[in-house]
C-alpha cells in the first residue's frame, strides 16, 4: 500500500423524498442558479420537487448543458452567474450537469481565461461558488468527488481537472429517480460504474488488500444488481444498490494506496470525439480488449478478480485470468452494451488512423498503470475493438 | 436499504512520515494542547516526531488520559485550555486519548456543567475547539468519526456521545506504530475491528448489498491479516492493512442505510466496568455467545457471513450458520483472545447478578436490532460466557 490522503467533505443524503431537505442545506438568501441538462428533470417530477422545496429563494434557471458538457455552453453559465450576482450553484441532472457546474463554479471569480482550467487541467484549491447537486441519473460518481471532464467543442479537446474546491457541499441521491430513465442510460450507469472500478483495481498486486475487497465487492453488486434493476426500473432496492454503486465507485475510496490505470477512459474518450458514441459503451468496448493486449502485465489481478468475483476454478491461474475476460464481455453483452466500435458505427475503419493520430498529437508516449500501453499496444486494442 | 446522510470531512493522511506534514494541518499561531495517555510516544518515537514538526508553535502538554478515559481526569484538560486560552487541540494516542480529545473539544465552550454531556449523550453539532489526531494504535476508529466513549469514574458510568463538530479536523494514520505495539494491544486492535464489523453486518438481510459486501471485506481482510501482523508487527504492509481495516470498520461508512446491534458492546462495556476487562476481550467474550443466544433472529445473516467470509459449505443454512459461530470463536483463540470470563478472572460469578442489576436500574428494556435482547437472553449469554 502507497501513502495516501483521504479528504471528502460532501455531504450526501440518500434516499426518497430527500429533495425537500434542500432548504436546510443551502444557505438562507442565497441566490441560486439551478442548473439542468435537457430537460427530462420537467418529465420525472425532480424539477417541481427541487422549485417547491426552493420555496423564499430566488432561483435562476440555466438549462441545456449538454452530454460531454461544452465549455462554450458552460461560459454562458458563468456569464449569467457575473451579471446577475448569484452566489449558489444547484446542479440537477447526471454527470454532465454535475461536471459543467464544477467548470461554472471554478470559472466565475478565475483570475485570467477559465479555457485555461481545461486545457492546463488546473487543481482548484479556493475561490469556487458553492455548489450542491441533485443526482437524477447514477453512473458517473461526480456526485461525491471533486473531478471534472469538460469538452472544448470548438477544438474536440475532453479534458479533465479538479481541485479540493470542487467536492458539492452537498448531494441528494434519490433512488426514485432511476424508474424513469430509458434503459440505455442504466445500462450506461451499471457499465460505466463497473469500469471505474477496473481502472482502479484491475493493475497488478499491490497489498492493498482492503481496497480490493471493497472494488470486487462493488463489482460484485453491480453484477447482482444489473438483471433486477435492468428488468424492473421501479425496484426501488435495486435502484438504490446500483445508485450507491455508482457514487462509491468514484469517491475517491478504492483508489487510495494504489497505482491506477484509466487506460480505457483516455481511449474511450477518443470514441467519443471521434462518433459521439455514448461513455459508458466505449468503456464497454475497449476494456476488455485492453485486458487482452495488455494480459501479461495484468493477469495476476485478473486471476484474483475472476476466483473471487466470478468463482471460476481452472486449472491454472493463467486460464482463470483468460476467462474472467470472457465473463465481462458476457455480462457487457447480457446487459445491452456493444462491445465492438461496428455495432455503433458504419465508420470503424475511421478509428485506429484517427485515434492514433490523436495521441501522437499529443506527445504521449504510454498509458497505464506500468506506463507500457503504448502507440502499438494502442493500435492492437483498437483493431480487437473493430 | 433505509434512507441515510453520509458525512466525514476528516482529513485522513495515511502512511509513514507522514507526522511531519503537521505543521501544513495546524493554523499557523495556534497554541496547542498536546494530549496523550500513560508515555508509551516517548517511547516509539511518535513524541520526537511530534515535536519537531511542531516546531514554533506554542505547544502546551496533558498527560495521562487513561484507557477508558475518565471525565475527571479530562475536566482538568478543559480547565488548562480556558487558563492557557489554548486554540487547538492534538491527540497523539489511540482510542482512548482521540475520544478523551472529543469530550475536552467539546466541553470548553460549553454552557453548563459539562458532565450532561456525558449523563444525556448529547450530539454537539457546534463550539467545538478544533481538534487533529496522530494514531498511535489501530483499533476504535476513532481517528475518523464523531463519536466517544467516556467513563465517569465516580459513578462508574462508561457512556457514549458525539456530534459533527467532533469529527477530527485531520488524523495522521502511521502504520509504522504498530511495530512497537506490545502483542496484547495488536490482538485487541484487531478483534475490536472485528466485532465493530459484526455489529453493523451481523442483523438480518436489509437488502444494502453493497453495505454487506464491504463489511465482509474488512472481515476478510482482518482474517487474513492478523497472523502476519501477529507474527510479525514489522510488516508494513500487514501493518498498512489492519490500521486501513481498523478505521474503515467505524468510520460510518458500512453502517449506512441498514439497522444496527451494538448489544456486544453494551454488554462488554458492563464487563470493563466490573473487572478492567480490557474492551476488546470483552467482544471477544461477548459476541460469539450473543449469537448463539440470538440465532433465531440472526441466522439468515450468520448463513450469508458463513458462505462468503468462511466459504462454508454444509448441507443446510442453519449448519453453515452454526458452524459460522464456531470459527469465529476458533478465530478469537488463535489470535489470542479469551472467549470466556473465567479467563481473565476468578470471580466470574460475580457477572450475572451484577450485570443484570445494571441494566435493571437504567429501566432498561431491550438491546439489539430487533429489540428482542431482554433481560432472560442477556442472562443467558452471561451464562455461556462464564
Not at 481502472?199 to 465487492?217: K, N, S, W
Not at 465473463?327 to 456493444?338: L, V
Given at each position: 500500500m502507497l501513502n495516501f490522503e483521504w479528504y471528502n467533505p460532501t455531504r450526501l443524503l440518500f434516499g426518497a423524498d430527500q429533495i425537500a431537505k434542500l432548504k436546510s442545506l443551502i444557505p438562507p438568501g442565497a441566490k441560486i442558479l439551478l442548473a439542468y441538462g435537457g430537460g427530462s428533470i420537467f418529465q420525472n417530477g425532480v424539477h417541481q420537487q427541487v422549485v417547491e422545496a426552493l420555496e423564499g429563494y430566488t432561483v435562476v434557471p440555466f438549462g441545456g448543458i449538454e452530454p460531454n458538457p461544452h465549455y462554450e455552453t458552460l461560459m454562458k453559465a458563468v456569464e449569467l452567474i457575473r451579471a446577475e450576482n448569484i452566489s449558489f450553484i444547484l446542479a440537477v441532472g447526471g454527470g454532465s450537469v454535475i461536471d459543467g457546474v464544477k467548470f461554472i463554479s471554478a470559472a466565475v471569480k478565475f483570475a485570467g481565461d477559465p479555457i485555461t482550467i481545461i486545457r492546463e487541467r488546473m487543481l482548484i484549491k479556493e475561490n469556487a461558488i458553492p455548489f450542491g447537486t441533485v443526482l437524477t441519473l447514477p453512473?458517473?460518481?461526480?456526485?461525491?468527488?471533486?473531478?471534472?471532464?469538460?469538452?472544448?467543442a470548438a477544438t474536440q479537446e475532453k479534458l479533465s481537472f479538479g481541485g479540493e474546491a470542487l467536492f458539492p457541499q452537498f448531494s441528494i441521491c434519490d433512488p426514485t429517480v432511476v424508474q424513469s430513465l430509458p434503459t440505455r442510460q442504466i445500462q450506461n450507469g451499471l457499465?460505466?460504474?463497473?469500469?471505474?472500478?477496473?481502472?482502479?483495481?484491475?493493475?497488478?498486486?499491490?497489498?492493498?488488500?482492503?481496497?480490493?475487497?471493497?472494488?470486487?465487492?462493488?463489482?460484485?453488486?453491480l453484477i447482482e444488481t444489473a438483471p433486477k434493476v435492468l428488468q424492473n426500473p421501479s425496484d426501488y432496492q435495486a435502484a438504490s444498490n446500483l445508485m450507491w454503486c455508482c457514487t462509491m465507485a468514484l469517491n475517491g475510496l478504492i483508489s487510495k494506496g494504489v497505482k491506477v490505470d484509466w487506460a480505457t477512459h483516455a481511449i474511450g474518450h477518443e470514441l467519443t470525439a471521434l462518433y459521439g458514441i455514448d461513455h459508458a459503451r466505449?468503456?464497454?468496448?475497449?476494456?476488455?480488449n485492453l485486458y487482452r493486449v495488455l494480459f501479461e502485465s495484468k493477469k495476476e489481478k485478473l486471476a484474483q478478480y475472476g476466483k473471487r468475483v466470478w468463482q471460476i476454478s481452472a486449472a491454472s491461474d493463467d486460464q482463470?485470468?483468460?476467462?474472467?475476460?470472457?465473463?465481462?464481455?458476457?455480462?457487457?453483452?447480457?446487459?445491452?452494451?456493444?462491445?465492438?466500435?461496428?455495432?455503433?458505427?458504419e465508420d470503424a475503419d475511421k478509428a485506429i488512423p484517427f485515434i492514433v493520430a490523436r495521441f501522437k498529437d499529443r506527445q504521449w508516449t504510454a498509458l497505464g498503470e506500468h506506463q507500457n500501453l503504448d502507440l502499438e499496444k494502442l493500435e492492437q486494442i483498437l483493431q480487437k475493438s473493430l
Open positions: 453512473a458517473t460518481g461526480s456526485e461525491m468527488n471533486s473531478g471534472s471532464v469538460v469538452t472544448i457499465i460505466d460504474a463497473f469500469v471505474h472500478v477496473m481502472e482502479q483495481y484491475l493493475t497488478f498486486p499491490q497489498q492493498a488488500d482492503l481496497q480490493d475487497r471493497i472494488a470486487e465487492g462493488i463489482l460484485q453488486t466505449t468503456l464497454a468496448i475497449i476494456g476488455p482463470i485470468a483468460a476467462e474472467a475476460i470472457e465473463r465481462t464481455t458476457a455480462f457487457f453483452k447480457q446487459t445491452g452494451m456493444p462491445t465492438t466500435i461496428s455495432e455503433c458505427t
